[in-house]
């Protein structure tokens, strides 16, 4: 039995509860505190508290177990009216038999429950891995048809975006990020990255569900150019050369040079291939445009494009954290638009670094 399945007694009365503790320890590992005494670190499954002399602290160590969702079991020296599930009460003077009973029966309840909780979230998880290995898929072949010169399916783009669309809004951008970690094609899965962080920026701007799928499907081809970056380029494991980020540098216009020659590619998605790496202050490439000149759907993909590309894993670096890069991009002052930073923030950051109580 693991401590995360002990039960914890909180008493004012160490002498009988050292006897019920005694009695639920021969089944599970069961501790015992003082009423005055601080919650343990570590979380207990369930909680009994047996305070008769003070209601008044009674009462607020069950709103305390309340609050971090540990169900109790409160020996109540009078007839509790009414008290948020999942607490129970019984008389104080109840019979040790009968507490343990409902000791017993409170923790098979809460562990069924976190079986169903965790064969529901299983579920979940083997449906995001199906999404995310189609929107993988819809991926690799495009750039695949592009490293060949042949049409990228725009059927089969639009439906890998809605996939991607529709697996961050239900399992959130951190569960994305995490299935994708574990693909090994880099740019196939820097897409997927950045389409999955434009799907939560879409998201918690409110966007309109057609700006959403625009926004995310620039995102996923944005570097579409790079299917025709020599291998030995894109794959370096190392810094690359003058010569060699020249030449990596000409993958924005090669990509929407190509998008266009195929055609059925709108202007803002051909914009956002051939202009994500420009920088508001005029400094970026491949047409050094500024400020007015960068439309909007442009910079929302560059912030996730930078975003990502900061907390990807490189041969000569390790990943950043989320807030490290957010704030290396904070830095880069008039390079970024600053109010979409900020929004970036609150709507994808925050969310992804959010600890979980439960
Ligand atoms: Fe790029
Ligand atoms: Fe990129």
Redesign the pocket.
């Known amino acids: 039995m693991t401590q995360e399945s002990s039960v914890l007694v909180i008493s004012d009365r160490p002498e009988q509860a050292s006897l019920l503790v005694q009695a639920i320890d021969t089944v599970v590992t069961c501790r015992q505190i003082t009423a005055e005494a601080g919650m343990p670190a570590q979380r207990p499954i369930l909680a009994v508290v047996d305070i008769s002399r003070d209601e008044t602290l009674a009462n607020a160590w069950v709103a305390r177990l309340h609050g971090l969702r540990i169900p109790s079991l409160q020996l109540a020296l009078r007839a509790v009216t009414s008290r948020p599930a999942p607490t129970r009460f019984l008389p104080a003077d109840t019979a040790r038999k009968t507490v343990l009973a409902a000791v017993f029966s409170l923790m098979d309840a809460v562990q069924a429950a976190r079986q169903g909780a965790l064969a529901r979230a299983s579920d979940r998880l083997v449906r995001f891995t199906a999404q995310a290995d189609t929107a993988n898929r819809s991926v690799a072949d495009a750039f695949d048809a592009a490293r060949r010169g042949e049409p990228l399916s725009i059927a089969a783009v639009d439906a890998g975006t809605e996939v991607i669309l529709e697996a961050v809004s239900q399992c959130g951008i951190r569960t994305w990020l995490e299935i994708i970690g574990a693909y090994d094609q880099q740019l196939y899965q820097h897409s997927l990255s950045v389409a999955g962080y434009a799907a939560a920026f879409g998201g918690g701007l409110k966007l309109p569900r057609t700006d959403q799928m625009r926004l995310a499907r620039a995102a996923l081809l944005?570097?579409v150019?790079?299917s025709r970056i020599p291998l030995a380029i894109l794959n370096k494991p190392g810094r690359l050369t003058a010569g060699e980020m020249a030449v990596m540098r000409t993958?924005?216009a090669v990509?929407a040079n190509l998008l266009e020659a195929q055609g059925g590619f709108d202007g803002p998605m051909l914009a956002v291939v051939r202009h994500?790496?420009e920088m508001l202050d005029g400094s970026g490439y491949p047409d050094g445009l500024s400020a007015h000149e960068i439309p909007d759907l442009v910079r929302l993909v560059t912030i996730c494009?930078i975003h990502s590309?900061l907390t990807e894993r490189r041969a000569y670096r390790d990943p950043l954290p989320h807030q490290e890069a957010h704030a290396i991009m904070r830095e880069m002052g008039g390079k970024l638009d600053g109010d979409l930073l900020r929004a970036f923030h609150d709507a994808v950051i925050v969310p992804l670094t959010r600890v979980s109580v439960s």
């Open positions: 944005h570097d150019g790079k993958h924005p990509g994500h790496h494009d590309a």
